[in-house]
């Protein structure tokens, strides 16, 4: 079976960073989509950053030109750095994926992580 498990999550300063991990096992990870979504308390999920299956990659504007998602196919891993963080950032993150990237686009994709807490102080 496909799990994903995530890490990295924390509590940062503000203007801070941290670095989300996202390990798949269970299958060929370059097979693919992976996306990184987030939800607050009272608030609706986010998808915050997606990744094709080497490239292109997308952003929601709340995260542009301070997230950077990314993957490494070798090691099975999808990353999300995150920079200049606010506390519009706290979230839990949860890392997705799907063979279709439509899935993702929807927010329904076949796979989820467990989710790591992101705090910004």
């Known amino acids: 079976d496909v799990q994903l498990v995530e890490s990295g999550g924390g509590s940062a300063e503000a203007g801070g960073s941290l670095v989300l991990s996202c390990v798949l096992t269970g299958d060929n990870f370059s097979r693919y989509y992976v996306g990184w979504f987030r939800q607050a308390p009272g608030k609706e999920r986010e998808r915050v950053a997606t990744i094709a299956r080497v490239s292109p990659t997308m952003y929601a504007d709340s995260v542009k030109g301070r997230f950077t998602i990314s993957r490494d196919n070798a090691k099975n891993t999808a990353y999300l750095q995150m920079n200049s963080l606010k506390s519009e950032d706290i979230a839990k993150y949860y890392c997705?994926?799907?063979?279709?990237?439509?899935?993702?686009?929807?927010?329904?994709?076949?796979?989820w992580g467990q989710g790591t807490q992101v705090t910004v102080s």
């Open positions: 997705a994926a799907d063979v279709r990237s439509l899935s993702l686009e929807l927010g329904r994709p076949n796979y």
